[in-house]
């Protein structure tokens, strides 16, 4: 079976992520979304769970795809879920630079391991959930950032969330 893992924080999930789901979901006949708790990232917008939960109904549709969450390295949920194939979105360059860094410690530390890069589609190519974030704040429409199934969630979560300093 080849199974993969696309891994990220998904804070929210948003269309281009959903994109890279669905077509990576094509190709493997198991794809893992792993919702990251990244360290080096401040406590996000929605809870690692409730980031599961959103994705969860955005994907219902796709049998193949199931959603999980890790405060793990990627490598070694990789390992643990016997997965040798990262898949990572690229929007532009500097997605690439970081993101070949990342493939290549993940590499170091399973060697068995490695990342598939899916370009994202240009009508994507702008979009990243700290853009939908700031988008929601305002009021804007979301229908062009977001699955609809979870517009009214995020409209809600920012509408509770107290503002942050920085």
Not at 25 to 46: M, P, R
Not at 55 to 75: F, G
Not at 104 to 128: C, E, G, H, Q
């Amino acid at each position: 079976m080849r199974r993969a893992i696309y891994p990220g924080s998904f804070d929210p999930v948003t269309l281009g992520h959903l994109d890279v789901i669905k077509r990576a979901a094509a190709i493997f006949d198991e794809l893992i979304v792993c919702v990251s708790v990244n360290s080096a990232k401040n406590s996000g917008l929605f809870s690692p769970e409730e980031r599961v939960e959103l994705i969860r109904r955005v994907t219902e549709d796709l049998p193949n795809v199931k959603v999980d969450c890790s405060r793990e390295l990627v490598a070694e949920y990789a390992r643990k879920n016997r997965s040798r194939v990262l898949v990572k979105g690229l929007r532009a360059v500097s997605d690439y630079e970081a993101e070949i860094q990342m493939a290549m410690i993940n590499a170091k530390l399973y060697p068995k391991l490695d990342t598939v890069f899916l370009y994202t589609r240009p009508k994507y190519a702008y979009l990243s959930s700290t853009v939908v974030k700031e988008m929601a704040r305002y009021g804007a429409d979301l229908s062009d950032f977001v699955p609809r199934q979870i517009i009214e969630e995020v409209r809600a979560k920012v509408a509770g969330a107290a503002p942050r300093e920085g």
